[in-house]
């Protein structure tokens, strides 16, 4: 199946298999500016602002990180941005309502489709969608494994983390989670994922290979508590989680899903980044219209970013 498809150069995806030098932006999608701001993680200055579209959301990477993908839902498309010369450069259209989507090793996308229950999978070099899977009510967060062997999806509003074979691109299980499922992480080698429940108010850890819940924790002992976006240190020992409503970021042990603190961040946190060596994090503040710098070792904020109106996602390239 075709789309329509805009490429306005030739050299966008030349040498995929190089990885691009860090540019060290952090990209921030404002959800109601219709914008990304880009800004210098070294400085936490705004280096520029890029009109990207109608109501962005998710974003994410090429593998090679040259490319910058954006969802822009009320446009039903996804904006491509060179990372260096920040410029757009395409503009995919994946069907209806695309609000998230996961970076697939390969370089193909899988593209949640709200409004229509399903994933597509796409390549972005030819603008062919490749497959669409029938998936539950709302899917949102969507994730693929490193090894790229499976790709996970959460139907907010069937509560459940369905599990892709990537080979068949049939769902090869279902898994029952808490209500409204927001968040999804697998750790490094894919054995696990972590799963984050909005009003279920917890957190759950899948076992990939048995397709089942193997720990689940509440996280009502924060108030105000919305379960959204998580990021694991480069250990793996610690897992970072907004918590919406109650403005602040949870940390757990990532083995027990212990609380051991919270930091305080501006108001109705939902995206989540972390720096590639883990002393720095990222939260974009919906209400606030900003992007708190977290350092981790110290367990505060030290800077706030102004940014556009209700930055939702986030994306470092460092």
């Known amino acids: 199946m075709k789309l329509k498809y805009l490429l306005l150069s030739s050299l966008v995806f030349a040498s995929t298999s190089v990885w691009a030098d860090p540019t060290y932006r952090l990209f921030v999608s404002?959800?109601?500016?219709?914008?990304?701001s880009v800004i210098d993680s070294r400085t936490g200055k705004i280096e520029t602002t890029i009109e990207i579209g109608d109501?962005?959301?998710?974003?994410?990477?090429?593998?090679?990180?040259k490319i910058l993908y954006v969802a822009i839902s009320e446009e039903n498309a996804i904006a491509m941005v060179d990372v260096a010369t920040l410029e757009i450069v395409g503009k995919l259209k994946p069907g209806d309502d695309p609000e998230t989507f996961g970076v697939h090793?390969?370089?193909?996308?899988?593209?949640?489709?709200?409004?229509?229950?399903?994933?597509?999978?796409?390549?972005p070099e030819s603008g062919e969608i490749?497959?669409?899977?029938?998936?539950?009510?709302?899917?949102?967060?969507?994730?693929?494994?490193?090894?790229?062997?499976?790709?996970?999806?959460?139907?907010e509003s069937t509560n459940m983390v369905h599990i892709i074979d990537t080979e068949t691109h049939k769902v090869i299980a279902n898994i029952l989670v808490g209500a409204r499922p927001r968040g999804l992480l697998f750790n490094s080698?894919?054995?696990?994922?972590?799963?984050?429940?909005?009003?279920?108010?917890?957190?759950?850890?899948?076992?990939?290979?048995?397709?089942k819940i193997i720990k689940t924790?509440?996280?009502?002992?924060?108030?105000?508590?919305?379960?959204?976006?998580?990021?694991?240190?480069?250990?793996?020992?610690?897992?970072?989680?907004?918590?919406?409503?109650?403005?602040?970021?949870a940390v757990f042990n990532?083995?027990?899903?212990?609380?051991?603190?919270?930091?305080?961040?501006?108001?109705?946190?939902?995206?989540?980044?972390?720096?590639r060596d883990g002393s720095t994090l990222y939260t974009a503040n919906g209400l606030s219209h900003t992007v708190s710098?977290?350092?981790?070792?110290?367990?505060?904020?030290?800077?706030?970013?102004?940014?556009?109106?209700?930055?939702?996602?986030?994306?470092?390239?460092?």
């Open 293 to 318: 710098v977290v350092d981790t070792a110290a367990g505060k904020s030290i800077m706030e970013i102004e940014v556009g109106q209700f930055p939702w996602g986030l994306a470092l390239d460092d």
């Open 30 to 36: 404002n959800e109601k500016s219709d914008t990304v």
């Open 189 to 211: 080698d894919g054995s696990l994922a972590y799963v984050s429940s909005e009003i279920g108010n917890e957190i759950a850890i899948i076992d990939i290979e048995k397709a």
């Open 217 to 249: 924790v509440s996280v009502e002992s924060i108030e105000k508590s919305k379960p959204m976006a998580m990021v694991l240190s480069p250990d793996e020992k610690t897992l970072y989680m907004t918590a919406g409503r109650a403005n602040k970021v």
């Open 130 to 155: 490749l497959h669409e899977i029938k998936v539950g009510i709302e899917p949102e967060p969507v994730v693929a494994s490193p090894n790229g062997d499976v790709v996970l999806v959460a139907s």
């Open 254 to 275: 990532a083995k027990t899903l212990e609380l051991l603190s919270t930091v305080d961040v501006g108001k109705r946190v939902w995206g989540i980044v972390l720096s």
């Open 55 to 65: 109501r962005p959301r998710g974003l994410g990477f090429s593998p090679d990180k």
């Open 105 to 123: 090793p390969n370089g193909n996308l899988y593209v949640s489709n709200e409004d229509d229950a399903k994933v597509s999978v796409i390549n």
